[in-house]
């Protein structure tokens, strides 16, 4: 049974960096894309950032280009979030995903996801 787990979250300031890990166990890691969602209270949830199986291929909303870095160490079956310049606006419970998929990361964010974490708080304060 695959198993998605999330890590790093907090209560950091606005323009402070937070790095989120998320680990997949269960599966073959390099079988797997990786994504990260995040939902703010009484707003949706929404796509974050992707990176395809390899981790050659990196795909990010608008909101967070430039200051989010998506990442993974197919030798120790993890990957990162690293969040930089943090806003206020990106307060929200970050979840990670993973589904079973070769295609690129700009392809992934819109599939459906397979597997879920049960999602990390990040809080920044203005």
């Keep these: 049974q695959v198993e ?16 989120l890990s998320c680990t997949v166990s269960g599966g073959i890691f390099t079988n797997y894309a990786m ?5 703010a209270p009484g707003k949706e949830r929404e796509f974050v950032a992707a990176i395809n199986w390899s981790g050659f ?4 909303a608008e909101f967070v280009k430039g200051r989010f ?12 979030l690293q969040m930089s310049t943090l806003k206020a ?7 990670c995903a993973a589904v ?16 879920w974490g049960k999602g990390t708080l990040v809080t920044v304060s203005s």
């Design 35 to 39: 994504a990260w969602f995040r939902q």
């Design 69 to 80: 870095t998506i990442s993974r160490n197919n030798n120790r079956n993890w990957g990162d």
């Design 4 to 19: 998605v787990a999330e890590s790093g979250g907090g209560l950091v300031q606005a323009g402070d960096s937070l790095k």
């Design 100 to 115: 079973r998929s070769w295609a690129p990361a700009k392809d992934v964010g819109a599939h459906p996801m397979e597997y």
């Design 89 to 95: 606006e990106d307060s929200a419970v970050y979840y």
């Design 57 to 60: 291929s990196t795909h990010y």
